[in-house]
C-alpha cells in the first residue's frame, strides 16, 4: 500500500481532510500494518481541536465499553487519552504534534497487538476484546476477556511546560 492508497482507505485526499471520528477510527484499527510515516502525514495537518475533539471521543467510546472490574485497563487508556489531549492543547507548538504522533502510533500498536488480551481463552487484541465487551453490554452473552498481558503498557509521562498554566487568584491573609 502506498500513502495515497493509505489516505484513500481513511477517505482522505490529503492530510488536512482528517476530520471524521471514522477517519480516526480507521487510522487506529486498521487490520494493515502501517508504517509510522503515513500514520505520521495522516495527523501531519489535522486541525487540533479537531483532532482533540476526535481523540476525546475515541477514548471515552473504547473506555466505556470496559466493565468496573478492568481498573487498570481504564487506567491507561485514561493516561493516554490525557496525554494527547495536554499536546492537542498546543499541537503546533515545538514537537507536539510529533510526540502526538509517535504516543498515538504506540497506544495503536498495543491496542492491535494480537496476544494482549484473551477472549474465551483465546488470544485477540486488546481491541478484538474490547469489541465482545461492547457485544455483551449489547446482549450478546457473557465476554470472558482477560486483559493481563496488556496491563504492561509503559504510562506516558503527563508533562505540561510551565508556560501551559493558567495564573489564579490567592487571597492574601489580610483580606480573607
Known sequence: ???????????????????????FAELLECEEPVPYDFFYTALSQADAERLSDI????????????????????????????????????????????????????????????????????PCSVLDAVAELR???LGAGKADCDFTNALNYRLPDLTMP?????????LDETEA
Not at 500500500?1 to 477517519?23: R, V
Not at 493516561?79 to 510526540?99: M, P, S, T
Open 162 to 170: 510551565l508556560g501551559g498554566f493558567s495564573a489564579i487568584d490567592v
Open 1 to 23: 500500500m502506498n500513502l495515497k492508497e493509505f489516505l484513500s482507505a481513511l477517505d482522505m485526499e490529503s492530510p488536512a481532510d482528517l476530520k471524521y471520528f471514522e477517519q
Open 55 to 122: 481523540t476525546k471521543n475515541y477514548m471515552d467510546e473504547l473506555t466505556g465499553a470496559l466493565p468496573d472490574s478492568e481498573a487498570e485497563l481504564f487506567t491507561i487508556i485514561d493516561a493516554v487519552q490525557h496525554k494527547l489531549l495536554l499536546l492537542c492543547k498546543d499541537l503546533d507548538a515545538g514537537d507536539n504534534r510529533r510526540e502526538y504522533a509517535e504516543e498515538l502510533y504506540r497506544f495503536r500498536e498495543w491496542l492491535r497487538d494480537p496476544h494482549l488480551a484473551r477472549c474465551g481463552g483465546v
Open 135 to 137: 457485544c455483551e453490554k
